[in-house]
């Protein structure tokens, strides 16, 4: 029996759309828990970050600073945070701190070389991170068909990972 080729296009392209919609769910879920940058963009780069850290310049310990401009990503301080509840244990099996829209990718260095999981990450405290807390950079949002940029998919950024030095605690 043949099968007619615009029915197989079709079928071809369904398959195609199911296969997408666990990934658009999914994106959606990510971003409706967590807090979106302020769309005012009539504030300057400096006054977006200075809206973002603390007295000292640098964000508090626990916070997750957003810039005025959704443009702009600040890296989070982490350092005396216990793993566990600095950053997100993903689906790829990683630890992920939230940035706006975006995401970074924690790595995590131990003393002895001990992988951190899911399992034993509430076992160490972060000691140090690079890039510095407070750190910004730049975001790039997709577009759509009509050149406007979608608010919660970002395309690229110029800080992927923070590298955290973690201690056992005791």
Not at 15 to 28: Q, T
Not at 117 to 122: F, K, L, P, S, V
Request: hydrophobic share 40%; proline share 5%; glycine share 8%.
């Amino acid at each position: 029996m043949r099968t007619h080729p615009t029915l197989l296009q079709s079928s071809t392209k369904l398959a195609a759309i199911l296969a997408a919609l666990p990934l658009a769910f999914s994106l959606a879920a990510c971003s409706a828990g967590t807090s979106s940058p302020s769309d005012d963009y009539s504030k300057g780069y400096k006054d977006g970050l200075a809206a973002a850290a603390t007295s000292s310049g640098v964000p508090e310990v626990g916070t997750t600073p957003v810039a005025s401009d959704k443009h702009i990503g600040v890296v989070p301080n982490l350092v005396g945070q216990n793993v566990a509840q600095a950053a997100t244990w993903s689906l790829n099996e990683d630890f992920r701190v939230m940035v706006g829209a975006g995401n970074l990718l924690v790595r995590i260095i131990t003393p002895d070389g001990t992988l951190v999981t899911e399992e034993n990450a509430a076992n160490y405290k972060i000691v140090s991170q690079d890039p510095a807390a407070g750190t910004s950079f730049k975001m790039t949002y997709m577009l759509d068909e009509n050149g406007k940029e979608y608010g919660n998919l970002v395309d690229s950024q110029g800080i992927w990972e923070v590298v955290v030095n973690a201690e056992p605690i005791d």
